[in-house]
């Protein structure tokens, strides 16, 4: 069973910085491309960025671009995103989720972590 | 970017209706296009992917169609588990985009 696991949320000050990760399971991690979406509160859904298995190709969202990088890790079966400068339009629920079968559609979603930029 | 359009916004409709969602893009993506539902508090679910593939585990009810701009969800009879607020979204380019979300509520 694929499992999707998110982490590293939480309560940050405007211009600070927050990493998440994603633990993927039940899959070989490395075949596939992952992907964030973000969720602000009451919102729809919003791309955020998308990596390749191998890491060579990353794709980012205009909104986040030059602030946020997505990386992965294939030996730990992770998947991350480092958010720097955060600013209040950042806060969401943030999704990790997997492709299928390397076409940006998104077949497997994690459950979300919060993000939340206020002062 | 694309811009992918969704209408209605909202809909109300009873157990048993047949419910059409529309997905317009601002430009031809052939059939890429997905269709997503979401529950209150819960992580998106892929219904249909490719415009009209049904993905593993979804109801035959749902079914997709259209091509280039114009894209449709059908469901062909509403069931209490169906309440819930469905996008549309493209895989033609990034940035991957998607609709701005249509409810379907219980009338």
């Known amino acids: 069973e694929v499992q999707l696991v998110e982490s590293g949320g939480g309560l940050v000050k405007p211009g600070e910085s927050l990493r998440l990760s994603c633990a993927a399971s039940g899959f070989t991690f490395s075949s596939y491309n992952m992907n964030w979406v973000r969720q602000a509160p009451g919102k729809g859904l919003e791309w955020v960025s998308s990596i390749s298995g191998s890491s060579s190709s990353m794709y980012y969202a205009d909104s986040v671009k030059g602030r946020f990088t997505i990386s992965r890790d294939n030996a730990k079966n992770s998947l991350y995103l480092q958010m720097n400068s955060l600013r209040a339009e950042d806060t969401a629920v943030y999704y990790c989720?997997?492709?299928?079968?390397?076409?940006?559609?998104?077949?497997?979603w994690g459950q979300g972590t919060l993000v939340t930029v206020s002062s | 970017d694309i811009q992918m359009t969704q209408s209605p916004s909202s809909v109300s409709a009873s157990v048993g209706d047949r419910v059409t969602i529309t997905c317009r893009a601002s430009?031809?993506?052939?059939?890429?296009l997905a269709w997503y539902q979401q529950k209150p508090g819960k992580a998106p679910r892929l219904l249909i992917y490719?415009?009209?593939s049904l993905q593993s585990g979804v109801p035959s009810r749902f079914s997709g169609s259209g091509s280039g701009t114009d894209f449709t969800l059908t469901i062909s009879s509403l069931q209490p588990e169906d309440f819930a607020t469905y996008y549309c979204q493209q895989a033609n380019s990034f940035p991957n985009t998607f609709g701005g979300g249509t409810k379907v509520e219980i009338k």
């Open positions: 430009q031809d993506i052939s059939s890429w």
């Open positions: 490719g415009t009209t």
């Open positions: 989720a997997r492709d299928l079968s390397n076409v940006e559609y998104f077949q497997h």
